[in-house]
């Protein structure tokens, strides 16, 4: 370190070790994605029915297609068996099962928007065509990961590992293959955690050169230039981030949780930054100076980007409260706010208050405690066969699609919130804080619902930190890069030997993933506690 200059000195203290951006940086997480998209895309078509809550999601997409919001069905074909009969027409070839009427819908166009996309691309009588955004995300997210846990853990090895055990979570797996909303929320608060990532690393190498070229000329801690450091102007990933948050929120509302959490994590990174550069007044700089553009960037970046996703429903007439304001004139100094936005307040007060209110018992509903242990998965698809009826050649035959998380990697990861937050709050390693940020915003406030109906397929959304939490209590069992070689060999071992296993259990479970036609006994075999059945 003698012949290192005060700006190298300082970016290692600030950026730690970083992998060099050698081929094998990209090859490798392409490769494991591509992987898990072949696997993703295989036989994405199948089944040829609308399958849980795609009843909704699917026919919503192709509504935002042809009228720019959400219509509800024919008045021909409601009635009490409504939705089996209109899955039927939909799933047989016929989509225009839409009448006139807006329908009144409790979550945000963007999901929508993006399966509707793929109906339109491959034609919405192709059941390829409802998942096929799905399957994208899915194995982009896989990418994206394997790059994010590259540059936290600096180690393209621990990179490639994240993005094939995302690649083999059941929870990932049967999400990417359905048209549901929950795999874009997980999507896009991964690619806002990636961007806030890569500004940590630009705002400290920028830090580093600042603070670095001032003490090389001598100058001393109480001068004003380092009492406070700079301001390091406006953060293009930032407003990458504020993009990807204000999309996650557009699907659902549950993307707020992580703009808080991730607001708080990169004005917390800044802090430690100016600590560790030296900078005398590092809390107050960080708070007067990043905080206010932290906020303005993030919040109002998401707030501008998810009301441009109602962009179709402005554009109507028709759309549900489309007319509320009008109906509705204002007085006062409600008049100053242009009636669109008075409308779309009086229907998001009704989202609100329904999902304030959604107490309805379902057999699938779950309390957040249990969501770490996969102790009660989501049935989405579940078909029963006698003997001779279609492929089935023994007495019973199950066809099945359950949203269950690989038990070797969730299991883990319940093991593994242990290790971050001990590592967190006594050995100060930010890393682990990182990983805890995602849980914050994608699991904790779920314990805040607990009275409302809720199910174990919405942690999809926080899948990805689920991963790196196991990814960070591997790199310790490795061994740090000077350890001895039998430490190292030892470590690397256990690890490969725990990543044999996550793929061995994926392998196993693929059956009730994919809805493949097995024997009831085969199907009963892999419901391993009594809850998952």
């Not at 399957?135 to 180690?155: C, K, N, Q, W």
């Not at 490639?160 to 083999?168: R, T």
């Not at 990043?290 to 970046?301: D, H, I, R, Y």
Request: proline share 5%.
């Amino acid at each position: 370190m003698g012949g290192m200059t005060e700006t190298e000195r300082l970016r290692l203290r600030l950026l730690g070790h970083r992998p060099a951006g050698t081929l094998r940086g990209w090859l490798g997480p392409i490769i494991v994605a591509i992987w898990g998209g072949i696997i993703r895309f295989a036989g994405l078509g199948f089944p040829g029915t609308l399958v849980f809550d795609e009843t909704y999601y699917v026919k919503q997409g192709w509504s935002m297609i042809k009228y720019g919001y959400e219509r509800q069905v024919l008045d021909s074909l409601a009635g009490a068996d409504a939705t089996p009969k209109v899955d039927d027409v939909f799933a047989g070839g016929n989509p225009d099962v839409f009448g006139t009427a807006a329908d009144f819908v409790v979550h945000p166009p963007v999901g929508k928007w993006l399966i509707g996309a793929g109906e339109w691309l491959f034609g919405v009588e192709n059941p390829f065509s409802w998942r096929v955004a799905s399957a994208v995300a899915g194995t982009l997210a896989i990418l994206i990961l394997a790059r994010v846990a590259r540059r936290l853990f600096g180690s393209t090895t621990l990179g490639v590992i994240a993005g094939l055990l995302l690649a083999v979570d059941g929870q990932a797996f049967v999400h990417s293959r359905t048209g549901l909303l929950d795999i874009f929320v997980m999507f896009f608060a991964l690619a806002a955690f990636a961007a806030l990532l890569a500004d940590r690393d630009a705002s400290r190498e920028r830090l580093a050169r600042y603070v670095g070229a001032l003490r090389s000329e001598g100058v001393k801690g109480d001068d004003p230039r380092l009492r406070y450091g700079p301001w390091l102007g406006w953060r293009p990933w930032r407003f990458a981030a504020a993009v990807s948050l204000g999309l996650a929120t557009g699907v659902k509302w549950s993307g707020l949780y992580f703009l808080v959490a991730f607001g708080l994590m990169t004005v917390l990174w800044d802090m430690g930054a100016r600590r560790a550069a030296g900078i005398r007044c590092w809390w107050r700089a960080a708070v007067l100076r990043e905080a206010p553009q932290a906020a303005l960037t993030l919040v109002g970046g998401t707030l501008v980007v998810y009301l441009l996703s109602w962009a179709g429903w402005f554009a109507s007439s028709d759309g549900y409260d489309r007319q509320w304001a009008q109906e509705n004139p204002a007085s006062g100094p409600g008049t100053l706010i242009p009636g669109a936005l008075r409308s779309l307040w009086h229907y998001h007060t009704q989202m609100l208050q329904f999902h304030r209110t959604l107490q309805t018992t379902h057999d699938y509903m779950s309390n957040p405690w249990s969501w770490i242990v996969q102790s009660r998965p989501t049935s989405f698809y579940y078909q029963g066969f006698d003997q001779g009826t279609g492929e089935c050649t023994v007495d019973k035959c199950s066809s099945a699609i359950t949203n269950l998380g690989n038990p070797v990697i969730w299991w883990a990861g319940a093991a593994s919130l242990g290790v971050l937050l001990v590592m967190w709050l006594w050995k100060r390693d930010w890393r682990a804080g990182a990983v805890l940020a995602g849980y914050a915003g994608g699991y904790l406030p779920w314990f805040l619902l607990e009275d409302r109906t809720i199910y174990t397929f919405y942690a999809v959304a926080f899948v990805p930190w689920v991963v790196l939490g196991v990814v960070y209590v591997l790199g310790l069992i490795a061994g740090p890069r000077n350890a001895t070689p039998e430490r190292r060999r030892t470590g690397l071992i256990i690890v490969g030997a725990y990543v044999v296993l996550a793929v061995a259990a994926f392998v196993f479970f693929y059956p009730v993933y994919t809805a493949e036609l097995i024997p009831y006994d085969h199907w009963r075999w892999r419901m391993w506690l009594p809850s998952w059945i």
